[in-house]
Structure formats: C-alpha cells, structure tokens
C-alpha cells in the first residue's frame, strides 16, 4: 500500500536551517506530484509548497517564499523540504501528501494519502 | 485569518444529517471547481473525504458528499455516526497567488 514516512524534524534555533524528508513506497513516485502541507500546534492546515512529477515546476506558499525550497529524486522515490531562516512561527508538523493524480501539471488540493508528520519546533 | 471560512464548529445527533459550509471568493471556490474536504481525527493525519467539488476518493462512505453554489461550498454528512466526530477542513486553488488555500476547520460534535 501507499506510505509516505516523513524524517527530519526536530528543534532548530530562530535563523537556522532544517531539511526534511519524505521517503514514498507503494507507488510509482516518479508518476506523482507532492506537497507539503504543515500545521501549527493547535491550529489549522497550512500549504506549505507543491512540486510536479518530474521536478519541472514547484510553487511555494507567500509565507515560505524565498525561505523554503521543495526537490525531489525520483532515483531515491524521496521527497524534501529544505527550510532555512527560520522563523517561531514555522513550528508545525509538516506532512507530505501525494497528488491524487498522476502525471498532473496543474496545482490541485488533492491530496492522499498523507504521511504522519514530523515536528518542527522553532525556539531559542 | 484563513482564506476560506468555515464555522468553528457544528453538532448532530446520530442519524442526523449536517452541512458544513466553506465560503471563498470568484478567485478560489467560486472560480475553480478545485474544491476538496478533508477529516481529521486527533492526533491523526488528515484523510481526503471529496475532490473536485464532489466526488468521493475509492473507500470514502456514500454519506459523504460535497457541492458548490457560488463562492461557498459545502461537505454533507448524512446518517451522522460517533466515528464522523472529528475536525472537517476546506481547500481550494486559488489563482490570486497560484496556491492552495485551507479553510480554518470546523470542529464537528456527534451529540
């Protein structure tokens, strides 16, 4: 079946660096685009960036901008999220989810399944 | 402030039937039919429930469903279960700044 395992979290201090993973198994990963979607304790879901099956396209949320980088390899069947100057409000855990399409090129929120998350606490 | 509203929460009996509605604007719900539900429980994953206004994902229960009238869609839940009590968020595409957009979730009791 489908599974989506997310890595990396942890606590970074304000300013600093962090990437996550996201190993995918279960389907063809190389078909699919994912995103990242995060959601801060307590609160709301969040879109966090999208990037298209083979890597051409990516688009990231206003609040990420410049920031975040989302890649993929294809080669590893591995998603990441590279997360630099970090900010207090970017604690959340960060899900990535699967597009229910494949081969997709336009930007839809659908998104399933999704992974567990990891947590991402942003404190000094 | 989320993009879409939802209200914070809404209640029924079992058996019942209830609406949650998900207001955007000509440039998210209204101008796109890119409109998905999903159902969290605590401490759980999101699960997708409907895309594209309203269609239900392989596995999703018939007492689901999804429509849209406007700028505001709505997730109906018939024949309301104890395993139906959970958080209910809103999403859509939005062109405004080519991204998606969540709704602030609403929190559904089954009384």
């Known amino acids: 079946q489908v599974q989506l395992v997310e890595s990396g979290g942890g606590v970074v201090q304000p300013g600093g660096s962090l990437r996550l993973s996201c190993a995918a198994s279960g389907f063809t990963f190389s078909s699919y685009g994912m995103h990242w979607v995060r959601q801060a304790p307590g609160k709301g879901l969040e879109w966090v960036a999208f990037i298209r099956y083979d890597g051409s396209n990516k688009y990231y949320a206003d609040s990420v901008k410049g920031r975040f980088t989302i890649s993929r390899d294809n080669s590893k069947n591995t998603l990441y999220l590279q997360m630099n100057s970090l900010r207090a409000e970017d604690t959340a855990v960060y899900y990535c989810?699967?597009?229910?399409?494949?081969?997709?090129?336009?930007?839809?929120?659908?998104?399933?399944?999704w992974g567990q998350g990891t947590l991402v606490t942003v404190s000094s | 402030q989320s993009a879409l509203t939802q209200p914070a929460s809404v209640s029924g009996s079992p058996g019942q039937s209830i609406t949650i509605s998900c207001t955007g604007t000509s440039s998210d719900v209204g101008g796109y039919n890119y409109v998905s539900w999903y159902q969290q429980h605590p401490g759980k994953a999101p699960k997708l429930m409907i895309y594209?206004?309203?269609n239900r994902p392989s596995g999703v229960s018939n007492r689901f469903s999804g429509s849209k009238s406007g700028n505001t869609a709505s997730l109906t839940i018939s024949g309301l279960q104890a395993e139906d009590e959970a958080d209910y968020y809103c999403s859509s595409y939005t062109s405004s700044s080519t991204s998606v957009v969540f709704g602030g979730g609403t929190k559904l009791t089954v009384l």
């Open positions: 989810a699967k597009d229910r399409l494949a081969y997709s090129i336009e930007l839809r929120p659908s998104f399933d399944p």
């Open positions: 594209d206004v309203s």
